[in-house]
């Protein structure tokens, strides 16, 4: 078992190092050759990615905890900026404080919806448990449309709009907040995770439910954190890259599918993974829409289900999950 350990950890390594050498080399050839451009692509990409890392988390969270996939995480993001509109935009509250309610209401939402839909599901087909959540999705963005209309809604940034000029490129405030929450999410997740009593037990009954209640992890309350927890950090990473993105009723399908192909790309249940998959998949997606001639920018969302189908043929546990094992 050791051994097999060890394999697997050596094997990941060689993969994850890989993965980090095949990207430098792409942003060193996109820079040397495109110079200041090439750059701004770069640093595009790394916004998007970071935006997708965010809702990545969210999978992992919810999928290293109770082995279901949520594929109203968008959602959760799309609600998150649309509540900071009303809230700070409309009502006129400090962003601070439109901040804290919003992600209050969506985590009531999220685990509302544990408690009244998946808690009931327990024991159920993986397939009627994604159902259940993709109707979940549809629900919220009608919710969205009839309350908010289809319509792009503008918020401004936190911090003004006055750009940061980079070795040519250009960065505004917002990608900082945008870099900056991500780093402290991935960092508190998994802190949360390896370091608490509450994450380890939810770990450990996402493992072996059985095994766990016998020792006093109630794997019901481990499901109502995780699915509060991740709608929580989908309001928040909405609120986050509102101002970037002009939240709408619609943004969180795309946001979603993005956010589930960074997970999966990563190594689903990987909240670490969730980060490395959301930057290389932006990366590789602006690379990609800078390279293309013109007209032709619009194709590189493609690019996202095309990395999610190679992936699950070619390495379905992702660059840093750990394969399972199939059981008989």
């Not at 999928?63 to 949520?70: F, Q």
């Not at 087909?125 to 259940?132: A, D, E, G, K, R």
Request: glycine fraction near 12%.
């Amino acid at each position: 078992m050791n051994l097999n350990l060890k394999e697997n950890t050596t094997e990941r390594n060689r993969v994850l190092w890989g993965t980090v050498a095949f990207v430098a080399l792409l942003i060193a050839l996109t820079v040397s050759i495109k110079g200041s451009t090439g750059l701004q692509w770069i640093l595009s990409g790394l916004t998007v990615g970071s935006i997708y890392s965010l809702v990545a988390i969210g999978f992992s969270i919810i999928y290293a905890s109770t082995r279901v996939i949520n594929f109203a995480q968008g959602e959760f993001s799309m609600l998150g900026g649309l509540l900071l509109y009303s809230l700070c935009t409309k009502a006129g509250l400090p962003v601070p404080v439109g901040f804290l309610l919003a992600v209050i209401i969506v985590t009531l939402i999220g685990a509302g919806f544990e408690r009244t839909a998946i808690h009931h599901l327990r024991g159920q087909s993986v397939i009627t448990m994604i159902i259940v959540t993709i109707g979940f999705s549809i629900f919220l963005r009608a919710i969205a449309l009839w309350s908010w209309g289809s319509n792009p809604l503008p918020i401004a940034s936190f911090s003004g709009d006055k750009s940061v000029r980079f070795l040519g490129a250009s960065l505004v405030p917002q990608n900082l907040w945008v870099f900056g929450f991500t780093a402290v999410m991935v960092i508190l997740v998994f802190l949360f995770f390896n370091r608490t009593l509450v994450g380890k037990g939810m770990r450990a009954a996402a493992a072996n439910p059985d095994a766990a209640s016998m020792v006093g992890v109630s794997t019901s309350m481990s499901s109502l954190i995780a699915w509060a927890l991740a709608a929580a950090i989908g309001a928040a990473a909405g609120i986050i890259i509102a101002p970037i993105t002009m939240p709408s009723y619609g943004i969180g399908t795309m946001l979603g599918l993005k956010g589930f192909t960074a997970a999966v790309l990563g190594g689903l249940g990987n909240a670490p993974g969730a980060v490395v998959g959301g930057l290389v998949l932006g990366v590789l997606e602006k690379v990609a829409g800078g390279a293309l001639p013109q007209g032709y920018s619009g194709y590189t969302d493609a690019l996202a289900f095309l990395i999610l189908i190679l992936v699950l043929l070619l390495r379905p546990q992702g660059l840093l999950g750990k394969p399972e094992g199939i059981k008989v």
